[in-house]
């Protein structure tokens, strides 16, 4: 590699235009691939940009949106009347969004793991049919299943009020799919010997399955629950739908009512708070899968396993 | 069954097939009974009539007394109607909007794929922080600069590029498409850049070795076999652009800016007697993009196939 000599060879005169020399700079071949460099930096600064400015106006002294007042905790705390702490409306907004998602992670994690189990092991007739059914949910796009669930709790299951209840059957609808696609690719990586050889080993059927694939799959399971967790609480077309009132008015469906209406930087603290929530679940999901990673060598690094869904 | 090795098992010794059935049966009702069924109600509203009182939607659950004739009026709005100019600014939006991810997001996956380096893992983390931060808060942001009074038209004016604030969010175009383009291109990214991060490294260098410059072994060999990444980002973003109601109406709010999505969204929810023609619109929306729903359908299935074999 003689990088260094044709780059210096490549030094151009002083007294070229800044443009010139700048285009020189970008397009020079034999360094890194600068034009490539330039236009990803710029996307991530422009993608990640305006959030951090939210985030930063939630902790703005004053009631602006734009102009920088000083380091408060007012919009969160300190403020009596229009604080996320004490406005009923936020604040419920943000106990609902938790609740929601705690309830679904909870309810929806175990079905998951049973359906992908079942769904891998089964070979009946039904298991192809079921194997298709369970990625509908995945590829239908959000308005579709929402009016699909409106219309469904409105004239087919009466018996089910709108607000949290049908909120929480549509999130676990839309969830269970998401578990299976986490848990099924450990389970395929695992494979059947390991509850053969303890079959073979006398136990039966059940314990094998309890007291050796659920302890393998466990990263999984715990990744699923965090997963749930994180969409159930970012879901805002179907919460939406199936909204009946102040009471089950989630994060996003506030965001979504107040933002052009009457911002104020407590809502931005309100949105912070949601982005808090779902980072601590998303590290935690990390952290369970790097520490199942240190036993496994085979196994991919977590971000990278992270963005193509393999866990 | 109980106790025989049927041919439809697996084949361990001692094992009972119906235990795997009985685990996956509380989840194949679930979808069964809050997936299949809530996709007939929509038939069945929009198939039903009208209550003449009430002027409410009374669903019809028999197939042999289904009255299509909402459709025709859907049809007749689209074609010529108040919801074919909606339906055309839609289109433009999503393909717009997709046009410029594909312009945008190809470098960026490209580059962080391949010439990344040792900082391929920080930049990754950054290219997925977007994915953990909640839509409407990733709008609200944009409300928030996008202000008369924001830091887009302050820069703006610093720059000299502008004379006077603009209300960016009073119904234009070019806020909404980059709102879109904002929304959704992390999930473009995502799938091409695990589509270029596939491609051997060894087949490049054939390329080269064989005489083929950068630019032609980029053009011969790694575009087309990142055409798959690219086909799946774009179905990943278009189908829930084509649903998309909350962007327009976050960043402009106006009609002039209306997309498919609102029309749906109002005569759902906004008012009892549209409702089969809500239902009726968001059936002819599924056959809109059934294409892209079924492509995307068989690509998770291969590739859960191939997760299997």
Known sequence: ?????????????????????????????????????????????????????????????????????????????????????HDPSLWLALIQSLRLAALTMLVATPIGVALAIGLARWRGRGAKP???????????????????????????????????????????????????????????????????????????????????????????????????????????????????????????????????????????????????????????????LRLFRRRDPTAAGGVESLSRWEF | MAGSRTPTSTGIVGEH?????????????????????????????????????????????????WDPSVFADVFGDIFGGPLGPTFLRTIGYVVAATALCILMGYPVAYFVARRAGRWKGLFLLLLLAPFWINYLMRMLAWVNVLDVDGQVNSLLMTFGLLQEPRNWLAGHHETVILGLVYGYIPWFILPLYAALDRIDKDVLEAARDLGAGPLRAFARVTLPLSKQGILAGTVIITLPMFGDYYTPDLLSGSPRTRMIGNDISLFILSSTSAGGKGAALTIVLMLFVAVLMTYYLLSVARATREAAA
């Open chain 2, 17 to 65: 097939p119906t235990l795997w059935t009985g685990l996956a049966l509380p989840g194949v009702l679930w979808l069964l009974l809050l997936f299949i069924a809530p996709f007939y109600a929509i038939l069945a509203v929009s198939m039903g009539r009208l209550d003449p009182i009430f002027l409410s939607p009374i669903p019809e659950f028999n197939p042999y007394y």
């Open chain 1, 1 to 85: 590699m003689s990088v260094d000599t044709t780059a210096a060879a490549r030094v151009p005169a002083p007294g070229r235009s800044l443009v010139v020399r700048l285009r020189g700079w970008l397009a020079n071949p034999w360094n890194r691939p600068r034009l490539l460099v330039v236009i990803t930096l710029g996307y991530i600064v422009w993608s990640l940009t305006p959030v951090l400015i939210a985030v930063q106006f939630s902790f703005n002294a004053g009631r602006s949106r734009s102009v920088w007042q000083g380091f408060s905790l007012r919009w969160y705390t300190q403020d009596p009347d229009l604080s996320v702490l």
């Open chain 1, 130 to 288: 079921a194997n298709f059914l369970m990625l509908f949910p995945l590829v239908t796009p959000e308005i579709v299943m929402g009016v699909a669930l409106f219309l469904v709790f409105a004239h087919m299951y009466d018996f089910v009020p709108f607000g949290t209840w049908a909120q929480f059957l549509g999130h676990m609808t839309f969830s269970i799919s998401f578990v299976v696609i986490i848990v099924r690719g450990r389970l395929f990586a695992i494979g059947r010997q390991y509850e053969e050889a303890a079959m073979d080993l006398g136990a039966s059927q059940l314990e094998a399955l309890r007291r050796v694939l659920l302890p393998m799959l466990a990263p999984a399971i715990f990744a699923a629950f965090a997963i749930v967790f994180a969409l159930s609480i970012d879901d805002f077309v179907i919460s939406q739908f199936l909204a009946a009132g102040q009471s089950s008015v989630t994060i996003p469906v506030r965001l979504y009512s107040t933002a052009r209406l009457a911002p104020s930087p407590a809502l931005n603290a309100l949105a912070s708070l949601m982005l808090f929530a779902t980072l601590v679940a998303v590290t935690l999901a990390g952290l369970s």
